[in-house]
């Protein structure tokens, strides 16, 4: 059967498998259009319209050097009207490695006897979180393995520790989740410690592939994984987070499943995803997968652009597996949520900076090594602002309410000016001089911007009220 919003009845598709993956495939074959209607489809994303299947499978098959410079330029252009030039920062921080699955592709696999494993104390945790508050950072993700011991209790109480820790001018506004999939009274559990976003991959939309690199532990149930995030909604988290490792399968059908996720969330919940990641396998050499499927670097760029015109509203989240070059060059593209000063060591923020990582003791290699400030730096350096904002989190902004103000644009009214706090946050407690006084000269500039469309008068406020040792102001 296929699928579609218009078909969906919310007593029968909740929380039940929907993925065709030969309704994908007949997408990706036969879906084709010419120079008229790729430009009618980028036209479409433009004015903030969710892509169907079929028009985002049409892009997918451009093959024309011109128009793949089309898609990419729509991206850059839709990016722009919606999100403007900010660019929001955060920090993963891993508290345990303790795991059950064996996931081919993950140094925490349960095969990998020669890990020490790791779960952090609470004055370890604590100790991570303030490094991480030094640095600058307000918005962390906690990461955990799959485990009896990383229940939803335990999971809870950790995000409260993390509240808890407040660090001179500094504290965590806002902690996001990448943990394994729960029951609906599991997630109940963990939305009442007060979490942002909860995030769950789904690795691949392709079944088979699925069992070929799940060999053990309760994530190699295909189904369980796939409805893990419809059971998250049922508990009232509204907030979620999808993504797909690419380089397990076709980069063409994982970016039709993303699709098919988010009009499956939106024809049941009335919501689509918060954010969308795209981790991209890099360092595949020691990984025990099929390397038939990994994914070129061009390939990657037209991918990124052509998921950010699929779904207009969605956060797109580039992590630091990509290079530097990528991740600069990504960014122009679609991508609104980075991570910076990443280290993927359990206790590793709270440690002296080493020039090498201890590949033993991380699930994956990054390959993105700057400082969060050397990010912050360059962002500034090249127009971008650095956003650490947590206002429509914690205004009620999520889930619809998000979306009635994102999927017309009206988002880009309040995150600017919030970025702009949260920077001059940034540059009075955490910036060397010369980022200060180069994030000042862009405040400047992006105040008189705004100024053409908007009273700034507030804004100037409370930019002065930032300086004068006042934080966590929002509109």
């Known amino acids: 059967m296929i699928y579609r919003p218009e078909n969906y009845s919310i007593k029968d598709q909740r929380m039940k498998p929907f993925i065709d993956p030969d309704e994908i495939w007949n997408f ?10 790729i430009r009618e489809i980028i036209k479409a994303s433009l004015n903030k319209k969710r892509l169907s299947l079929e028009e985002t499978a049409i892009l997918l098959n451009a093959d024309d050097p011109e128009l793949i410079e ?17 660019i929001v920062l955060f920090a993963p921080l ?7 699955n064996n996931c081919q592709y993950c140094g925490f696999r349960a095969e990998n006897k020669g890990m020490k494993r790791i779960t952090l104390s609470r004055e370890e945790l604590i100790g991570e979180t303030t490094a991480l508050i030094d640095q600058g950072h307000k918005r962390l993700i906690l990461v955990y393995g799959e485990h009896p011991k990383y229940s939803a209790d335990f999971i809870a109480e950790t995000v409260k520790i993390v509240y808890s820790v407040k660090h001179d001018n500094g504290e965590i506004r806002r902690v996001n989740i990448n943990a394994a999939p729960f029951d609906i009274n599991g997630f109940r559990t963990i939305k009442d410690s007060g979490i942002g976003t909860f995030q ?4 691949t939309y392709h079944e088979p592939t699925y069992q070929k690199v799940h060999l053990g532990g309760i994530k190699r149930n295909y189904d369980w994984r796939l409805t893990s995030l419809d059971r998250a909604q049922e508990a009232g988290i509204d907030d979620v987070g999808i993504g797909a490792l690419f380089g397990l399968y076709d980069w063409r059908f994982e970016v039709l499943g993303l699709v098919r996720h988010v009009n499956h969330f939106e024809a049941v919940y009335k919501v689509g995803p918060h954010t969308i990641s795209f981790p991209r396998i890099q360092n595949a050499l020691s990984l025990n997968i099929d ?29 630091a597996r990509e290079p ?20 993927l060591e359990l206790g590793g923020y709270s440690k002296e900076k080493k020039d090498t990582q201890d590949l033993t003791m991380e699930q994956f290699q990054i390959n993105d090594n700057r400082s969060l400030n050397e990010i912050m730096d360059e962002l500034i350096k090249t127009g971008y602002i650095p956003s650490f904002c947590t206002a429509c989190y914690r205004l009620g902004r999520t889930g619809e309410h998000f979306m009635e103000f994102s999927v017309p644009g009206f988002i880009k009214r309040f995150c600017s000016p919030n970025a702009l706090l949260t920077l001059a946050e940034y540059l009075e407690d955490y910036a060397p001089t010369d980022t200060k006084e180069n994030g000042y000269k862009l405040i400047n ?12 008068d507030k804004l100037k406020e409370k930019v002065q009220l930032v300086k004068n040792g006042k934080r966590d102001l929002y509109f």
């Open 445 to 456: 500039q992006k105040i008189s911007q705004l100024a053409q469309h908007q009273n700034v």
């Open 200 to 203: 769950i991959f789904q690795e």
């Open 324 to 343: 530097h070059h990528i991740r600069d060059q990504i960014l122009r593209f679609g991508v609104s949520q980075i991570d910076g000063g990443t280290n």
């Open 94 to 100: 891993y508290v345990g490695d303790l795991c059950t």
């Open 70 to 86: 089309e898609i990419k330029e729509g991206a850059r252009t839709l990016k722009e009207r919606v999100y403007g030039e900010r």
């Open 28 to 37: 990706i074959n036969t879906a084709k259009g010419d120079k008229s209607r």
């Open 291 to 319: 390397k038939d499927h990994l994914v070129k670097d061009d390939e990657f760029v037209r991918l990124v652009s052509i998921l950010r015109l699929a779904v207009p509203y969605t956060g797109m989240i580039l992590t």
